[in-house]
T-cell receptor, first 114, second 115 residues
Framework: NAGVTQTPKFRILKIGQSMTLQCTQDMNHNYMYWYRQDPGMGLKLIYYSVGAGITDKGEVPNGYNVSRSTTEDFPLRLELAAPSQTSVYFC?????????????FGAGSRLTVL | AQTVTQSQPEMSVQEAETVTLSCTYDTSENNYYLFWYKQPPSRQMILVIRQEAYKQQNATENRFSVNFQKAAKSFSLKISDSQLGDTAMYFCAFIPSGSARQLTFGSGTQLTVLP
C-alpha cells in the first residue's frame, strides 16, 4: 500500500524554468491537495481538487497550475519558476473534504529555485 | 477566515518527562476539528491526535493527550514520558466541519527531547 507518492523528492531549477511535481494516490481518495511549506512555517494550501475534473484555488495559488484528469493523479505545474517558489511541497489526499477524514500526506518534494 | 497560532517556536524536554505544547485558534465556526501533526526530520507529516469540537471529552492516544478548551479556543498537546523519537516539529491544525473545507496550520513548535 503506497499511499501518496510524490516525485521528484528534490529538484533544483533556474529562474524562469518550468516543471511539474507529480502526485499519485492509490487509496481511491476523492480529495487531493497541494501544500507548500516555507522554512519555519506551517503548510499553506496552493490548490485542491474534490474529484476528477474539478480543481480550486487555495490560499497561495499564484505561479502554479493543476489538473486532475484521473482520481489517482494530481500534478502541480510551476510556470516561470521564481526564487519565492523555493519551498517544500506536499501532496495530500483524503476520502472526503471533512475533518472526519484525516489527510494522508506524501513525503514531500524539496524545490530550490536559483 | 480561520487562524491558528502556536506561540512557542521551540521547546525542549528531558527524556521521560512531560511537556505541553500550546495552540490557540480563532474561528466563527461552531463545528470543527482540531489536529496535532508531527513532522520528524524525515519531513513526513504524521497525525498525532484529533479532536472533534462537539465532543467535550479530551482526546487521548497513548502518551499523547489534549486539553481542549472550546470557549477559550485553546488546544494544547501534552506528551507524557517523552521519548527521543518524539523530537520533531509539531503543527496544530484546524478544519471546519462540512465538505470541501480547508485545513489551516499553525507555524509549528520544534520540540527537542534531550537524553
Amino acid at each position: 500500500n503506497a499511499g501518496v507518492t510524490q516525485t521528484p523528492k528534490f529538484r533544483i531549477l533556474k529562474i524562469g524554468q518550468s516543471m511539474t511535481l507529480q502526485c499519485t494516490q492509490d487509496m481511491n481518495h476523492n480529495y487531493m491537495y497541494w501544500y507548500r511549506q516555507d522554512p519555519g512555517m506551517g503548510l499553506k494550501l496552493i490548490y485542491y481538487s474534490v474529484g476528477a475534473g474539478i480543481t480550486d484555488k487555495g490560499e497561495v495559488p499564484n505561479g502554479y497550475n493543476v489538473s486532475r484528469s484521473t482520481t489517482e493523479d494530481f500534478p502541480l505545474r510551476l510556470e516561470l519558476a521564481a526564487p519565492s517558489q523555493t519551498s517544500v511541497y506536499f501532496c495530500a489526499s483524503s476520502y472526503s473534504g471533512t475533518g472526519a477524514n484525516v489527510l494522508t500526506f506524501g513525503a514531500g518534494s524539496r524545490l530550490t529555485v536559483l | 477566515a480561520q487562524t491558528v497560532t502556536q506561540s512557542q517556536p521551540e521547546m525542549s524536554v528531558q527524556e521521560a518527562e512531560t511537556v505541553t505544547l500550546s495552540c490557540t485558534y480563532d474561528t466563527s465556526e461552531n463545528n470543527y476539528y482540531l489536529f496535532w501533526y508531527k513532522q520528524p526530520p524525515s519531513r513526513q507529516m504524521i497525525l498525532v491526535i484529533r479532536q472533534e469540537a462537539y465532543k467535550q471529552q479530551n482526546a487521548t492516544e497513548n502518551r499523547f493527550s489534549v486539553n481542549f478548551q472550546k470557549a477559550a479556543k485553546s488546544f494544547s498537546l501534552k506528551i507524557s514520558d517523552s521519548q527521543l523519537g518524539d523530537t520533531a516539529m509539531y503543527f496544530c491544525a484546524f478544519i471546519p466541519s462540512g465538505s470541501a473545507r480547508q485545513l489551516t496550520f499553525g507555524s509549528g513548535t520544534q520540540l527537542t527531547v534531550l537524553p
